[in-house]
């Protein structure tokens, strides 16, 4: 999140739980099986139990999963595993309080740590955990939180820092994330735009092509390789 904050879109432009759903089941008649919920912090929208329920409903979903920072996760935890959540990821880049503190602008790393333990106390299997670093898994926060991870029985994954606008990425320590050889994931934005990749400019709207089309169109057009997203910021698709 940009210190100066972000701009707000109007609610009228933000997708309905009804059409989330919609695009899920569609998405199923194409060979989807798996869903995440990410945001932004998805925890934060009112619901959210709701659209967890909602999804989890629909058959042929075999992995439905969430990311969140875990600062509302003591709250969610036992309520999301009830609505059909399968398993969590959590955004941890440090155990250091004054430095998450300071990462998070404000942020208290008990409540996270409150968060992760209300997880473990549920069916959520496996936790990972989420670790942003800006050299490699080898600096001293990452390695702090490894072994946080080792104590915790918690999974973890290391991942670089990108730039959409430079096409920066790497593959993800731990995780499958930027293998674009073997990516076959497409991504729903809050607006309805999908997008076949995070590292390119191309969307398509369910809003103005229809589901069924918006998803065909981000199928075919999907790049063999992500190279830069001059239009987009992190934090208006989601990390």
């Known amino acids: ?15 309905s739980f009804e059409e989330i759903v919609e695009v899920v089941k569609e998405a199923v008649t194409m060979g989807i099986s798996k869903v ?18 909602m999804i989890g409903r629909i058959q042929e979903i075999s992995d ?8 509302l996760l003591d709250n969610f935890a036992a309520d999301l595993a009830k609505a059909g959540l399968h398993r969590i990821n959590i955004s941890l880049d440090t155990v250091d309080p004054i ?14 740590f409150h968060g992760i333990a209300a997880a473990k106390k549920t069916r959520l299997d496996p936790i990972k955990i989420n670790c942003v670093v800006k050299n490699s898994s080898s600096d ?3 390695g702090e939180v490894r072994e946080f991870c080792r104590k915790n ?6 991942i670089h820092e990108m730039n959409l606008e430079s ?15 073997n990516c076959s994931r497409l991504r729903l934005t809050a607006n309805g735009r999908i997008k076949p990749c995070l590292f390119s400019d191309l969307e398509f709207s369910i ?33």
Request: include cysteine; glycine fraction near 14%.
């Open 99 to 112: 430095k998450f503190h300071e990462i998070t602008r404000g942020g208290n790393l008990n409540q996270v």
């Open 140 to 142: 001293p926060d990452a």
């Open 36 to 53: 995440r919920i990410t945001g932004g912090e998805p925890l934060v929208r009112k619901g959210i139990i709701q659209l967890i329920e």
């Open 167 to 181: 096409g920066c990425f790497t593959l993800v320590e731990g995780g499958e994330g930027g293998d674009c050889r």
């Open 207 to 239: 809003r103005e092509l229809g589901i069924h089309k918006a998803l065909k169109d981000a199928i075919n057009y999907k790049p063999e390789k992500g190279t830069a997203n001059s239009s987009d910021f992190f934090h208006n698709i989601g990390g």
């Open 1 to 15: 999140m940009p210190a100066e904050g972000i701009k707000l879109i109007s609610h009228d432009q933000i997708l």
């Open 153 to 158: 029985n918690l999974e973890v994954r290391f």
């Open 64 to 71: 439905l999963s969430l990311t969140t920072n875990g600062t």
